[in-house]
Structures are given as C-alpha cells and as structure tokens.
C-alpha cells in the first residue's frame, strides 16, 4: 500500500480551525465598585440581597424606601453599628438620585415603575438591573462563587437558574476555600515578581509552579519562603528559554475524558501537535494563545512523516517553546512514542508523558464490561491489528493470541478484519467467540456492535472504515447484560446493537 506523506501543518484547515470566541449570550464583566455610589431602591428581602452583593464588593449603598417598607433584614443591616456600607434615604427613590451613581438596582412593584426607573438610570448614565424584569435590565448579577479575590461568575442568560445554581454547586466542590488565601499570597508577592523576573518565560514558569501549589492546603510560611525560593532560582536559571516537550494522551475523543493533568499541559502550552482523531472539543480546552499544528497521522490515508513530527518538535523545543505533543488514546499505545522520546533524548530536550483513556479501556466502558471479569479472562492483550505495510502483522505470535481465556483489543483493525477472524480460527479459536467492534468511540456518532468472530468482517463492513475501529476479542465480550441495559437508555448517542 502506497501512503501519500504530507508536511506538518501550521494552518489548521478550516474545518478544523478553532474558533478564538465561541458565541456569548452576555459579557462577563467584573466591576470595580470600592468607594463607589450604589443605589437601591425598595425595601424587599431581594432588594436586601443585592444590597448586600453591593456591600461586598466594596460599594457605599445608598437605599431609597420609606422606613416602614423595609423588611427585617434591611432594618438590622442599618441598625448594626459595625455596618458602614449602608446609607439611608426614608423616601422614595427620583430623578434626582443618580448623580454620582456606578449601578443601579431597584426591585419595582410594577412594569411601570421599572420602565421609569430604568429610564431615568439610563438617562444618567447609571448601569441598571430591574430584578427579575430582565426586560428593563443593562446587567443581571449570576451566580456566584466566592474565593474573593478568585470570583466566578456564572449566568446562563436567565434561561435556566436552577441550573446555575447546579453549575455553582459544582464549582464550589472543584475550588478548595483555602483558593482565596493562595490568590490573596499571589497579590502579595506580584510586585517582588514584577522586579524580579522578566515577563515572558521566567514569569509563566513561576505562575505555573505557584498554581500546581494552590489547590492543595493552605499556604504556610514555608510555601511563602519555598515561593521566594524559586523567584531566585528561575531568575537564576540560565537555562530557563529551554523548551520541553510533554506527551498528552487525549483520550478517545470526549473532552470529560481527560486527566486534569492534561488539561494542565494544553493550558500551559506554546505549541500544540495534534492529530486528525484528536476532537474539536479537547483542542477547546487548550491555552488559546497557543499555536496549534496538525501532524495528522491516519492508517491508509495521507500523514505526516514521523521523521518530519520529530525533528518539529526538536526544532520548536529548542527555541524555548513547551511543546505539547497531543495524540489520541494513549501516548504509549502504538503512538510511535518510542521513536520521539528517544530523538528528544538525544536532543537533550526534556520530555514528559501524561497519560490519555486508550481505545480499548474506553471500549470495556462504553459497553459496560470487564475486560478482566473472572469468570472470562486471565489476562488482556493490546495488539495492533496492521504492519508497517498495511497489511496484517506477521510477526505476532497468533498461537498464543488464538488464547480463549484472553481478552484481545485490536486497535487500527478496521481494514484486517477479516483477516483478523481467519487467523485467530485456523489457530484454533472457536468461530463462535464473542466479539465486539466499536467505532468513533465516546462521540456522538459512537456506534458499538456486540458479534460473533465468525462475523467480524462483515460487521465492520457494514459500519464503514470512515472513522477509527477497535475490535474486542473474548469471553469478556459475551457479558451483555449490561449491553442490553445501555440499549435501553435513550439518551445515549451511541448506536449500540447486536450482530
């Protein structure tokens, strides 16, 4: 078979071109109101609320009602001699209270009185929020997770408040509460930075050592004195424009299947190498300053020569770039690993390995098995279903794979099928052992099908050769109570039947 090589890429083509700025329904915008003239008007425990929003940020609020329309709560907020934040107006808010205001918030009785209030602000030039008449409003305050000076703000455009408070929920057990301490320790130490260390590389480098700390305990004296530390030795390091390089696996192609320490090393890229399995959606989670180059490699199909990936990677690492080389599955995994680890070895650029979901773990899962149940398998086998050539490896020893009481997953099998099932039968395994093929696995347009060895080529016929294809072997594969469960759940993409 005649492959078609191609150079790496430096302009993604377009279908795959990440967009800078997905679509935004509103602007996220944190505003600076220390010192500032708030106003709200109406008593209401909501007005309350934001009220107090106001106050923590800083905000001198101003509050227009008459005294005997204030709730319980305003009244022991301005009667509170430690509270300073508030001033109030007995009266009913006018025209003539927007001077000098920076927002403006009121909850009104009625359409008509939002729509005069809103007016009036705007006419001042005052930002306003009517709550919960989004029609009259120029802001709306979200959700809120509060790791001051970390604050997230949520908002899903008032289509769904219950789920920004899930959303919060969530993010609330993602972020540690000692998250505020290391932000406050990071404002602290920016101006020794700043004077220290050059903005560039030195600084990431830094920023980066400080964040893999700040979600862990509490900072101590001693990770304020380890800080200093290494403030010194990257302003120190000579070698410090040295580029590394690290292999990420990305997994089968779902973004929720990557290890955070993944997520990490897109963050905190220069470059990124990826290749034509890798999805859309992990590229998303990438740095977005980052450069992104396509090495695409694809059985059969036109790819880059991995001689031409190598020397890239050699190349862009010694002229200070972090490199991350990102492949689908697992790095190790017949990724032709080997080959890069050792040039950038003898290069002597620094290399690291972070492990992805390989096909065939992603498989077991997708189809609610045990690649290792008891009853059916002593061991698991990953074996490459083509030779350099294209054509089915010879040098396997298929005796031993032909092993009943193995579970074999052959990756890049698409095409060898067929003669996968020949080989495994003439060596002595039964035709009726059961099978599965998975293709495009954890996508949407995932399709799992449960078969018999004997049937093997003509299930991948029927599915195609349009997307990758890995092929499970064994009595692991026979367990299909859980198979039929996920038939019956409808809101799985995945097409999953029976051959």
Not at 14 to 31: D, E, G, K, T, W
Not at 172 to 201: H, N
Not at 250 to 268: F, M, N
């Amino acid at each position: 078979m005649h492959i078609v090589s191609r150079q790496p890429s430096e302009r993604t083509p377009v279908a795959r071109a990440p967009a800078r700025m997905a679509p935004l329904a509103v602007l996220p915008i944190f505003l600076a109101l220390r010192g500032k003239r708030a106003i709200v008007a109406g008593g209401t425990e909501a007005a309350a609320w934001k009220a107090e929003l106001l106050a923590a940020a800083g905000a001198c609020v101003h509050v227009y009602a008459r005294h005997g329309d204030l709730a319980r709560v305003f009244v022991e907020r301005l009667e509170d001699p430690d509270c300073h934040s508030y001033v109030h107006h007995d009266r009913p808010w006018g025209a003539d209270i927007f001077a000098d205001g920076a927002i403006a918030v009121i909850d009104a009785a009625s359409d008509a009185e939002a729509e005069a209030f809103s007016r009036a602000a705007r006419a001042a030039g005052v930002p306003v929020n009517v709550i919960d008449r989004p029609a009259f409003c120029q802001f709306s305050f979200g959700t809120i997770v509060n790791r001051s000076p970390v604050v997230v703000g949520i908002s899903t455009d008032g289509a769904a408040p219950v789920l920004g408070q899930a959303l919060r929920r969530k993010i609330e057990t993602l972020l540690p509460a000692s998250l505020a301490d290391w932000a406050a320790l990071a404002q602290a130490m920016r101006a020794t930075i700043a004077e220290r260390l050059r903005p560039g590389r030195g600084r990431r480098d830094f920023w980066e050592r400080f964040s893999d700390r700040a979600f862990g305990p509490a900072p101590r004296a001693e990770d304020a004195q380890d800080l200093v530390a290494a403030i010194d030795q990257i302003a120190a390091n000579a070698d410090i424009g040295r580029g590394r390089v690290t292999l990420v696996g990305a997994g089968p192609g779902d973004p929720e299947l990557l290890t955070l320490k993944a997520v990490r090393a897109l963050q905190g890229a220069d470059v990124i190498l990826f290749d034509d399995l890798v999805s859309d959606e992990v590229l998303e989670l990438a740095r977005r300053e980052a450069k992104r180059i396509l090495v695409g490699k694809r059985g059969g199909r036109e790819s880059c020569r991995q001689d031409d990936i190598n020397d890239l990677m050699v190349r862009l690492a010694g002229a200070g770039r972090r490199v991350v080389r990102l492949k689908s599955g697992d790095p190790t995994l017949f990724g032709r690993a080997g080959e890069e680890i050792a040039q950038l070895q003898a290069a002597g650029i620094p290399v690291d390995i972070v492990p992805g979901i390989t096909a065939g773990i992603a498989m077991a899962a997708a189809l609610g098995i045990s690649l290792t149940h008891r009853d059916h398998a002593k061991s698991v086998r990953f074996v490459t279903g083509h030779s350099r050539r294209g054509g089915l490896p010879e040098d396997v020893d298929w005796r031993a794979i032909a092993d009943p009481s193995a579970t074999t997953i052959f990756y890049m099998s698409g095409r060898t099928a067929g003669a996968i099932a020949d080989r495994l039968v003439a060596h002595g395994l039964s035709a009726d052992t059961p099978a599965a093929v998975a293709s495009a696995l954890s996508r949407p347009e995932q399709t799992l099908v449960s078969t018999r060895l004997k049937d093997l080529a003509a299930v991948v016929a029927s599915i195609g050769l349009s997307q990758p294809v890995a092929i499970g072997i064994g009595q692991a594969f026979g367990a299909t109570g859980a198979l039929t469960r996920n038939q019956e759940q409808p809101s799985q993409t995945a097409a999953v039947r029976r051959a």
